[in-house]
């Protein structure tokens, strides 16, 4: 009687143990009201759960046709989005114009509730069974409703760092001292962190009455649990960063994962881009949001003249202006272009220096790759993206408010000529590498134990229960520091009377 080969039984009995262990889970993924580079976080996530056999329902406010998704997956549009602000160069450096702007967005995000597409989803019928709710986090609390509808546990995506508002739903420690917030442009510490957190925790409140008034409007109570409820209910938050490589060095709960760099370990299927092999290349975009079409000509002149100074290089420039082809026939080694395939570029080896405006995802791809920048900030948490990255030494900021070609050039030379630059951000890139597992993996793990423990309610920090005065102790400092001032009162008034006394004998 013939055996099969041992190796043949032990891969026999590998495919019965993957088929065993892997349970298939409905999971609907809310994507709502997000840019398109954040939108690409979560959908590397839901690829990864489409890639372990999960059946994933899509909500999304923006079409997919340009995304990867093989496998169970279902989506549902709701063509909705909110108006865009006239964002100018420079505009955003009024803090008052931001903080207006931030809550006419927040207001206007209820509005998602009542589109004709929202309403029938919210209408499926017979409702579908959902083991997880997986929300793409910003700003958007009120969508935590979402769960109560369909009564599954509820986690969260946020494409960076950890902000303010992440960490109160979470309950995580923040260490306003020495942990610079990912929004805070000036990366304070000491005092003036702590009083720029003060600051940000009262604007924190009143964004949540908002978000609570659009909550109860559309989950009103008893049908539906209360706001903070919900809020104290979010299981698991998926963090798109890297502490460890990218910092700052913070505090961490169990419930609060990084999965920086998933989007970036996995494997696409790019336009293939032939560049030259014995040529050296600089790549240049300032992002989705950004449109040279509305740009002044002196600003695209800037630049024209400035790349002008580097024959030598071939510069691939992200460019949606008028003129292209006039630009590039004066100027040989320039490629324009609506769009280029950002991360191939900066994946070839010939790749020398990023030119960007400091987005998330950018700088991801840059340390990933470890290519050097130049950085150009227009709005957002560009500037601290870029602070944080000229303090790690791996590369330099200008300003876009009045910038000259001189300038511009000059940073240009300094980056390619200085070696420090470059050898910083290949030793952080080789850090960001360097883990147990992939980000993909531990995301799925995460929330596949989440949907296994039924919520994972065993991970909630009891900070979630205190209130604000609770957390803060400043019920404990208003009596240690009341008692004093109430003994130092006391002990004054006794010695006056002594004083008195004495003078009077």
Known sequence: MNRPPISHILLWMLAICSAVGVESHHILGLFVNLHRSQLLVHMAVTRALLQRGHQVTLVTTLPLEEVELEGNVTHILVPWQQPADEDHLGSATDWLLRLLRMFNRLEQSGDLLDQPAWK?????????????????????????????????????????????????LMGNPEERWYVPQPYDSRQRSGISAWLFGAWEKLMEAVARRVLRRIYSSHFPEPHYPPFETMRRSVALALNNHHMISEGPIAPLLPSMVDIGGILLEQKLNETFLEVSGNRSLIVFSLGTRFTWKRSPDHFVQTFTQAFAQFPDYDIYWTYDGPNASEIMSHHSHLKLAKWWPQRQLLGQQQACLFITHGGKGSLTEALYYGVPMVGLPLLGDQRANLLKMGAKGWGMTLSTQNLRHAELSKAMGSALSHSRYSKSISKASHLYRDRPMNASDVATFWLEYVIRHRGAKHLYSPARQLDFMQYYSLDVYAIVYGGLVLLIAVLRRINSRLSVTRSIV
């Open 120 to 168: 029938d989803f919210m209408r499926l019928s017979p409702k579908p069974h959902f083991d997880l709710l997986l929300l793409g986090y910003h700003f958007n609390d009120h969508l935590l409703g979402v769960a109560a509808h369909f009564n599954c546990p509820a986690a969260i995506i946020s494409t960076q760092q950890p902000i303010g508002f992440v960490n109160s």
